[in-house]
């Protein structure tokens, strides 16, 4: 079937091959239901006339006088009417002289004395209908009595009754095609409307959507492409957001550099103001630089080349670890950093870029935390992940922000963090670190009261380390 239609061109239109199945199966209920018909009425016609033969024979019958050899009727006989002798001989033949093939079995069921109707060919014209009887002329003679009458009235009747199944038939199917042509062209209507609407939608205008509203599959197809085009459109914005952020974030620190750069080289200057200017432009490259860093190793995930080193990790001996660093940025602060349980869990991973993730959180934390507010950091396994959870009683995240700050640039207050140095970026390598590695970061908060963000990772199969690395049985961090 599929190479037919694609040898036929023409047979690519759905709309034709709806048509032609249709009338494929509109034929199919024709033929049927025709020879149904036809055959029953024929049975009837047959029925009627084997009817209509015996009444016929029972008047004969009656109105019959055979003396000897002589046979006599009281009425006028048109019809072809034979009698034949208690030996099977003709003695009497009336009516139409047709010839036809033999009945001697028809007379031999007569004479022995039963009644068959038999239909007999004839060398042209169609069969005869005949009917055999019995006739007792006394209690010793019986004789055998056949009425025949040509079916041509059936015939006929037949004929034109076939005609005008054909010709019925033919019209029908030719309604059905333009019926079948309508209804498809009308169902799939929507279908070129959504093509038409599709082919119009370009990268400019990705706002437009399929406005195709039906409770049924073509519908439901609208509102597939239209969700996937609302989230291409959102990649596109996000996209568009990125790169704009991206360069404002980048203006601002050339703009700093230009500047102080003109400034100082306006005139001559004592060697200490230079000293001044150049660390100012060393700082401002130092966070270009890091900016360009994040970005890189963003855009090297996003691709799938950045380069991952897996092992197995022990989140409970890096987060202590790490404890210390946050220990120090919290004194510096003023705010108070506590470890909470921590669970001896093990998961497979990067060491140093799980490092990088779980200090991105923490440095948020402290960030945002104004002095005398406490950090808790803890660490919990569950349900096959390791869970660790960053507790602070920092400023909080207003919840229209949250679903945000996981995007590249995003601060929920720009003007005070850039002055603060963060760049936007943390949260989004932290996802980006935490998806490669097959987990994800929640994140709770309260305005006002502080956040919680939790790092789920799942847990690295436990029976592969002791397989691998037996020593881990100590409880040591292996990497
Ligand atoms: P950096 O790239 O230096 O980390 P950043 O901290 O501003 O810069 P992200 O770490 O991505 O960037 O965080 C995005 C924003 O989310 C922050 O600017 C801040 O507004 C908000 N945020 C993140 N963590 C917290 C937190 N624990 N409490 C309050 N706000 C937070
Ligand atoms: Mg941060």
Redesign the pocket.
């Given at each position: 079937m599929k190479n037919l239609f694609k040898d036929y061109p023409a047979l690519r239109s759905i709309k034709l091959r709806l048509t032609l199945w249709y009338m494929a199966a509109i034929a199919v209920v024709l033929i049927i239901f025709g020879t149904v018909a036809y055959y029953l009425l024929r049975n009837n016609l047959y029925k009627n006339l084997d009817d209509s033969l015996r009444a016929r024979v029972i008047e004969l019958q009656v109105s019959l006088k055979i003396d000897g050899q002589r046979v006599m009727f009281d009425q006028k006989v048109n019809e072809l009417v034979m009698i034949y002798d208690a030996d099977g001989a003709l003695i009497q033949r009336l009516g139409p002289n047709v010839q036809f093939s033999n009945i001697d079995r028809a007379v031999a069921q007569a004479l022995f004395g039963e009644s068959t109707y038999q239909s007999a060919s004839t060398p042209s014209g169609p069969d005869v209908r005949l009917y055999a009887a019995p006739h007792n002329v006394d209690s010793q003679t019986r004789v055998a009595i056949v009425v025949g009458r040509l079916p041509n009235d059936i015939i006929s009747m037949l004929a034109v009754f076939r005609q005008v199944l054909i010709y019925a038939s033919f019209i029908v199917l030719v309604l059905t095609g333009f019926g079948g042509m309508f209804l498809a062209e009308r169902t799939l209507k929507p279908v070129e409307r959504i093509t038409d609407i599709a082919r119009g939608i370009g990268e400019s205008d990705l706002s437009r959507r399929i406005d195709v509203e039906s409770d049924d599959e073509l519908g439901r197809l609208a509102e597939t492409l239209n969700g996937m085009i609302a989230r291409l459109e959102e990649a596109f914005q996000k996209q568009r957001r990125f790169v704009a952020d991206a360069s404002h974030e980048l203006r601002t620190p050339l703009a700093v550099i230009q500047a102080e750069s003109s400034l100082v080289l306006e005139k001559k200057r004592p060697q200490e103001d230079y000293r001044t200017s150049l660390e100012l432009v060393s700082q401002e490259v130092a966070y270009m630089s890091d900016i360009v860093a994040?970005l890189l190793l963003l855009a090297r995930t996003d691709a799938g080349s950045e380069p991952v080193d897996f092992q197995y990790v022990n989140v409970a001996a890096l987060l202590t670890e790490l404890a210390q660093d946050a220990e120090a940025l919290a004194q510096e602060k003023g705010v108070a950093f506590k470890l909470g349980p921590m669970d001896s869990l093990t998961v497979r991973g990067d060491r140093i870029k799980l490092r990088q993730l779980y200090l991105?959180?923490l440095?948020?934390?402290v960030?945002?935390?104004p002095e005398g507010g406490t950090v808790t950091c803890s660490l919990a396994g569950k349900e096959g992940r390791a869970i660790a959870a960053?507790a602070?009683t920092?400023?909080?995240?207003p919840e229209e922000?949250l679903s945000l700050?996981?995007d590249r640039f995003?601060?929920?207050?720009k003007a005070r963090?850039y002055a603060e140095?963060?760049?936007?970026?943390?949260?989004?390598?932290?996802a980006s670190i935490a998806k490669m590695h097959g987990g994800e970061i929640q994140?709770e908060?309260k305005e006002g009261k502080?956040?919680t963000?939790r790092v789920v990772l799942p847990l690295a199969d436990t029976r592969a380390i002791a397989w691998t690395t037996p020593k881990l049985k100590t409880g040591k961090d292996q990497d």
């Open positions: 994040k991105n959180i440095d948020n934390a960030r945002y935390t960053f602070d920092g400023i909080g995240i922000h700050i996981f995003y601060r929920v207050d963090t140095g963060g760049t936007g970026l943390g949260l989004a390598i932290a994140v908060s502080g956040t963000v």
